[in-house]
């Protein structure tokens, strides 16, 4: 079955450290985006990629990497400069035209 | 930044009854999307209009757009205790990146059997 697979579905992080979430769609879909999600809101955009090799900061990169190397795979990496990672963080694709996202089940990350 | 924002943040009826969910938005828009989320998992696309669409129809689903008040409403009829989850709408804005869609808040609903 076509979809996405994010993982590992919960991650916890020391202070200081850096941790990495994947994300992995066989869909074939061009566009891939990472959101964070704190409870009770609305998701927030962190990164997007339109296509290999490129991508493009959204409202919140600030303490957040990416890379995109392959088409089917967009891992984030959560460096020791966000202050508070603590949150649910959701990859999604598309194809061109934004004719509806398909998410990825979701990373836990917790702060210990 | 927040473009959509919906109403009410927070939704309780019982089992049979329609519910209703709107969402504002700000700017101009190319179309707009909701979606549903059950509890801790990721968000499933529900239906889309576009922006030259007023009204569309998806088994108990019905979407209105209206343009001129930057308004939108999710009418959910019959509805199960299934459908209990959050549903968000989505606006896809011209300009810039095509693909880049904004998220509102959220609006929980909750069907008691």
């Known amino acids: 079955d076509g979809g996405i697979t994010q993982s590992p579905k919960y991650l916890f992080r020391k202070e200081g450290q850096n941790v990495t979430l994947s994300c992995e769609q066989n869909l074939n879909h061009d566009a891939m985006y990472w959101y964070r999600q704190d409870p009770g809101q609305g998701l927030r955009l962190i990164y997007y990629?339109?296509?290999?090799?490129?991508?493009q900061k959204g409202d919140i990169a600030e303490g957040y990497s990416v890379s995109r190397e392959k088409k089917e795979s967009f891992p984030l990496t959560v460096t020791s400069a966000q202050k508070n990672p603590t949150a649910f963080y959701l990859c999604?694709?598309?194809?061109?035209?934004?004719?509806?996202?398909?998410f990825g089940s979701g990373t836990r990350l917790t702060v210990v | 930044s927040q473009q959509g924002e919906e109403d009410p943040q927070a939704l309780s009826i019982q089992e049979g009854e329609n519910a209703t969910m709107n969402c504002s938005y700000k700017t101009s828009i190319n179309n707009l999307q909701w979606y549903r989320q059950n509890s801790g998992r990721g968000l499933v696309h529900l239906i889309l209009?576009?922006?030259?669409?007023r009204e569309k129809h998806s088994g108990r689903l019905r979407v209105t757009l209206d343009t001129s008040k930057k308004s939108s409403s999710l009418l959910i009829t019959a509805s199960r205790a299934a459908d209990t989850a959050s549903y968000f709408c989505?606006?896809?804005?011209?300009?810039?990146?095509?693909?880049?869609?904004?998220f509102g808040q959220g609006t929980t609903l909750q069907v008691k059997p």
């Open positions: 989505a606006t896809h804005t011209y300009g810039g990146y095509t693909g880049k869609l904004i």
């Open positions: 209009i576009r922006s030259n669409e």
């Open positions: 990629s339109q296509i290999v090799n490129d991508f």
């Open positions: 999604a694709s598309s194809t061109e035209g934004a004719n509806g996202y398909t």
